[in-house]
C-alpha cells in the first residue's frame, strides 16, 4: 500500500470521527500527531546505506570489538550472547573514547566557555550534511561568536563525533545496525532518543541508551533521572511499536497522553507495519507476528506488576545541571 492509499484511508477515519461531537476538536491535532510519526518512522531506513555501513567497519576497531565480546560472553552467566555483548562492547566504546557530549562548545579561537546567544538556520553546505538548526556560541572571554550545527545524519556525525541526546541517539543506533543488529530508534515525546536492540538470546527488544552508558535499564528515565514521559515509540525496519509501558510504569505521575486518541496511534502504527513488511515473505512476517504478540504480552505485564524502587538508577550523568532542571530530569 502507498503512502496516498494510507493517508486517504486515515482521513476518512478521521472524517468519521470528527462527526462525533466529542471527537470534533481531535482532528486537525491527531492528523499532525500521525504525520509526526509517520515522518519519524524514516529514521531507521537511514541506517540501511550499505556504503555507509562500509563506511562504518572502517571507523570501528572491530579486533577490539570482538575480543572484548567474546571476553564478555566467556565471563558472563550466560543471559545473553555474542551479539548482545558486542552491543555491549560498542556501547562501552562509544560512550567512552568515541563520541563527546556538548553542553556548550569551548572558544575554537582561545578554549575559553561560551555561552549559547541564539540560533539560525544552515548555510548550505551544513543543510546539504543534514543539519537542520544552528545554535550560536559566545565566548565569555574574547566575545567570538561561533557556530554550532546540530545534526541528525549520521554521515556527518561520524567525523564531527559530538552533540547532545539526538546526535548520540542516531550515530549509535545506525553503528548497531552496522553490526548486524536488529535495531529500534526509540523516540520520546519529551525530547529524548535513544535505542533499542533485538535480542535472540532473550527473546525481546532490549533498551540501550548510549549517553548514559545504559544497557536493559529502561526505568532509568522515570525511576532514575525523574522525567515525566507521555510516549515512547520505537521505530526499525520491520516494527514500529508503541513502547511506552516498557519505559513509564507509573503514567499518573507521567505526561498526559493528549496528543490524539489511542485508536488514532495504534491504527498509525498498524499501517506503517503493514506497509514495512509488505515485501516480506509470508514466513518472516509470521515470525514478525509471534514476536509482535510476545511483546505484546511483555509491555501489557508492565501494567500490572506495579512500582519498581529506584534505589538501582543511576541519575543522569550527561548535560548541565541547569539544563537538566530545565527539561525536568535532575532526579525526584
Ligand atoms: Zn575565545
Redesign the pocket.
Given at each position: 500500500m502507498n503512502f496516498q492509499a494510507i493517508t486517504e484511508r486515515f482521513v476518512n477515519i478521521m472524517r468519521q470521527k470528527a462527526a462525533q461531537p466529542s471527537d470534533a476538536s481531535r482532528p486537525p491535532e491527531s492528523f499532525a500527531f500521525y504525520h509526526q510519526i509517520r515522518q519519524l518512522s524514516q529514521e531507521p531506513w537511514t541506517y540501511e546505506d550499505s556504503e555507509l555501513q562500509d563506511l562504518a567497519m572502517s571507523i570501528l576497531p572491530l579486533e577490539r570489538l570482538f575480543e572484548e565480546a567474546t571476553k564478555r560472553e566467556k565471563e558472563g552467566d550466560g543471559s545473553w550472547n555474542y551479539q548482545d555483548y558486542l552491543i555491549q562492547s560498542l556501547l562501552t566504546w562509544f560512550k567512552r573514547e568515541f563520541f563527546s557530549w556538548v553542553n556548550s562548545p569551548k572558544?575554537e579561537?582561545?578554549q575559553?566557555d561560551t555561552n549559547l546567544v541564539g540560533a539560525c538556520g544552515p548555510n548550505l553546505e551544513e543543510s546539504f550534511q543534514g543539519c537542520n538548526n544552528v545554535e550560536i556560541y559566545q565566548?565569555n572571554?574574547?566575545s567570538?561568536q561561533q557556530r554550532f550545527p546540530r545534526y541528525n545524519k549520521v554521515r556527518p556525525l561520524l567525523f564531527s563525533r559530538k552533540g547532545r541526546c539526538g546526535e548520540w541517539a542516531c550515530c549509535f543506533t545506525f553503528l548497531c545496525r552496522a553490526l548486524g543488529t536488529r535495531t529500534r530508534w526509540v523516540w520520546n515525546a519529551e525530547d529524548h532518543v535513544w535505542t533499542e536492540i533485538y535480542s535472540y538470546k532473550q527473546n525481546r527488544w532490549v533498551h540501550v541508551d548510549s549517553c548514559e552508558e545504559s544497557f536493559d535499564q529502561p526505568l532509568i528515565y522515570e525511576q532514575g533521572w525523574g522525567k515525566k514521559m507521555s510516549y515512547c515509540i520505537g521505530f526499525s525496519i520491520d516494527s514500529v511499536r508503541d513502547v511506552s509501558n516498557r519505559y513509564i510504569r507509573n503514567p499518573e505521575n507521567g505526561n498526559p497522553r493528549n496528543r490524539c486518541p489511542e485508536s488514532v496511534i495504534g491504527h498509525a502504527i498498524k499501517l506503517l507495519n503493514e506497509e514495512f513488511r509488505s515485501s516480506l515473505s509470508e514466513k518472516d512476517r509470521s515470525k514478525l507476528l509471534d514476536e509482535d504478540k510476545r511483546e505484546e504480552e511483555e509491555l501489557l505485564s508492565y501494567r500490572t506488576k506495579g512500582d519498581v524502587p529506584s534505589s538501582a538508577l543511576p541519575a543522569r550523568q550527561t548535560g548541565s545541571e541547569g539544563w537538566k532542571h530545565e527539561r525536568g530530569e535532575a532526579g525526584n
Open positions: 572558544c579561537r582561545c575559553s565566548c572571554s574574547c567570538h
